[in-house]
């Protein structure tokens, strides 16, 4: 096996998945106000506690994901952040006419399908099935993942 086999190109991985977050720590923490606006537009209450939170989690879960220490548990309460995330703050079905151009809802709409799409990327990182490296995959890109392949026992 090769380096990229073994750790270049699973860290590099992990890396593009979570690259965001502490970008958006460091977005909640310059524009403070406005992100204290946003946290408090929910029905939860004790907005500054949960930008506070956000911004701890945003911050520390990328490392750990990235680093491979308790990743699992990483990706499962960034999973977590990310799905509350959407749910509370980007409702698109709150606003009329979502799918015009000029309308609000619309950045909801794709800002709530993104964060899902983090959730499956962090889920599919805590199920973890067997690794596989580069040089498979790349011996054979039209086969199935490993954990998709049929049960040898049937």
């Known amino acids: 096996m090769h380096l990229l086999d073994l750790a270049a190109l699973p860290c590099l991985a ?7 977050f502490p970008f958006s720590a460091l977005d909640k923490i310059v524009h403070r106000e406005d992100a204290l606006q946003q946290a408090d537009s929910s029905f939860l209450p004790g907005g500054r506690v949960l930008l506070l939170l956000a911004i701890v989690v ?22 977590g952040f990310c ?31 993104k964060n899902f799409g983090l959730v499956g990327g962090l889920v599919l990182l805590m199920i973890g099935g067997t690794p596989t490296s580069a040089s498979a995959v790349l ?13 040898p026992a049937r």
């Open 14 to 20: 992990r890396l593009c998945l979570v690259v965001m």
């Open 58 to 79: 945003e911050f520390v879960t990328p490392v750990c994901i990235v680093l491979g220490w308790h990743d699992r548990l990483a990706a499962f309460v960034l999973a």
């Open 83 to 113: 799905a509350v995330t959407a749910l509370l703050y980007h409702p698109f079905w709150n606003y009329p006419g979502f799918w015009s151009k000029a309308g609000e809802g619309r950045g909801h709409f794709w800002d709530f399908l």
């Open 139 to 151: 011996a054979h890109p039209l086969s199935a993942a490993p954990y998709m392949a049929a049960d």
